[in-house]
Nanobody, 123 residues
Framework: VQLQASGGGLVQAGGSLRLSCAAS????????MGWLRQAPGKAREFVAQ????????VHADAVKGRFTISGDNAKNMVFLQMNSLKLEDTAVYYC?????????????????WGQGTLVTVSS
């Protein structure tokens, strides 16, 4: 599976961005997709996850109420709508996926990753 993420950029604090991730290749049987991020000098952290079968979602506490993950199964795409962005949301955002139930939320261990897309929030 290949994942292509897009939509990152520079935005002012309080603004919004929408990230997209398109899956291609052997997409049959993908169980979950989601987003993780890595800020400069920090470890990679979980952001949001969606189960493609029933569209159940999980969001990290740090983004709950501001970010919303959604998916389009027909197009093999996942989106992350980011509102009320804060300076601390600045990071490289990675799209990822798994073929089985390899954890939920912070314990999720994706099987495959896309390239990152940089989100920079300015004051």
């Amino acid at each position: 599976v290949q994942l292509q993420a897009s939509g990152g950029g520079l935005v002012q604090a309080g603004g919004s961005l929408r990230l997209s991730c398109a899956a291609s290749g052997r997409t049959y049987g993908i169980y979950a997709m989601g987003w993780l991020r890595q800020a400069p000098g920090k470890a990679r952290e979980f952001v949001a996850q969606i189960l493609l079968s029933g569209s159940s979602t999980v969001h990290a506490d740090a983004v709950k109420g501001r970010f919303t993950i959604s998916g389009d199964n027909a197009k093999n795409m996942v989106f992350l709508q980011m509102n009320s962005l804060k300076l601390e949301d600045t990071a490289v955002y990675y799209c990822a996926g798994s073929r089985g139930p390899s954890g939920v939320g912070r314990s999720w261990a994706p099987d495959f990753w896309g390239q990152g897309t940089l989100v920079t929030v300015s004051s």
